[in-house]
């Protein structure tokens, strides 16, 4: 039981603490260092900064053991797994993360009013959904393939992942962010009221959580056990 709490307390501080670390990165590199908007070495700095933000919350997860601040992690694991871990995921560490989303976010306006609205859809409906599920559906591919077929290294996994999941969002973020994590965008939709609009719902929600079931069925697919390795576990 103690476990479950920490787990589930983890979820909701990470959760929080992602929304701050994003803003905090663009706060020090245009407030702080004073770099253009459209500066290419601060464009190339704020990467930089956000590889080795991903790195720290690999760190944090592996710490916490199994602390995650993106519902699609969970629920890509939780797909693999028992039907009891599929509702607690759902039911509960979801939940959570949208609830540490949320205060993350209302904190930052409050801290830093006019910072900014969070990622918003500049394409159509469909588009935005097709973009979403596309970027959910190659990073869940990569992260299940770094589980599972590159053993050891810490830092050797959470790198391809942290440039993976930059390369994706860099390629999604002028449609629509980019953002491939349902709770930090419900955290800034809530503040804006939007959160229950159907292009939210659709995009940010139905078209990630649909591709990352997809993505963990296709992996589970394409690296069934062969024939000789189901021998060798029997014996």
């Not at 930090?184 to 079931?213: F, N």
């Amino acid at each position: 039981m103690a476990r479950i709490i920490k787990l589930l307390v983890s979820d909701t501080i990470m959760s929080f603490m992602w929304v701050w670390s994003s803003v905090l990165i663009k706060l020090f590199v245009h407030r702080v260092l004073v770099f253009s908007h459209h500066d290419v070495a601060a464009e190339l700095f704020r990467y930089s900064l956000s590889i080795f933000n991903m790195f720290l919350f690999a760190y944090l997860a592996k710490l916490t053991n199994g602390g995650a601040y993106n519902p699609l992690t969970v629920l890509s694991s939780a797909v693999s797994g028992s039907f009891t871990k599929f509702l607690f995921t759902v039911g509960s560490r979801i939940p959570l993360q949208v609830f540490g989303s949320i205060l993350g976010v209302r904190l930052i306006l409050y801290t830093f009013p006019g910072i900014g609205r969070g990622p918003q859809l500049t394409v159509s409906l469909h588009q935005g959904a097709l973009t979403e599920g596309l970027l959910t559906f190659a990073i869940v591919l990569i992260s299940h393939g770094l589980s599972a077929k590159i053993p050891g290294s810490f830092f050797t996994k959470t790198w391809i992942a942290s440039v993976s999941k930059l390369a994706l969002h860099i390629l999604g973020s002028d449609l629509t962010g980019g953002c491939m994590n349902p709770a930090s965008v419900m955290g800034w939709a809530y503040a804006r009221g939007d959160h229950i609009t159907k292009e939210h719902l659709l995009v940010y929600w139905l078209a990630p959580v649909e591709a990352t079931l997809l993505a963990a069925w296709v992996f589970r697919y394409l690296v069934r056990p062969s024939k000789q390795e189901k021998e060798k576990k029997t014996n």
